[in-house]
């Protein structure tokens, strides 16, 4: 069955009665899209999985070696400094064994994508 057509009519009645006025941040820019650097057809799919608080274990990695690079910036302490940098090493490696487990340098999904997803991770 196709709803689209129920959904809009929905949508234009409800602007018609000016049930969207009061939204929050109206009249300003939309926020980025976090999964813009994803194939189209896989965006959804990792919405779904971030809201429901599983996102993929090679995303949560990367997120940690981010973290731990920008940490890295910011100590002082020439210990600390050492024992984030063997974390930031490790996260790294294990990073590196996931992807090529995954053999996703082999997809044509990767490969399309690859220099959005090094830009959008800072490589």
Known sequence: MEYGHLIEEK?????????????????????????????????????????????PEEMVVKKEILELEELLH?????????????????????YDMMMEKRKSSESGAYRQYENKIHRRFGF
């Open 74 to 94: 910011e100590v002082k302490d020439p210990q600390l400094s050492m024992y984030y940098k063997k974390e930031l090493k490790e996260k790294k490696l294990r």
């Open 11 to 55: 949508i234009k009645k409800s602007i018609q009665r000016g049930e969207f006025d009061d939204l929050p941040g109206k009249g300003r820019p939309l926020p980025k899209d976090e999964f813009a650097y994803l194939p189209q057809e896989l965006r959804n799919s990792y919405r779904i999985l971030k809201n429901a608080n599983m996102l």
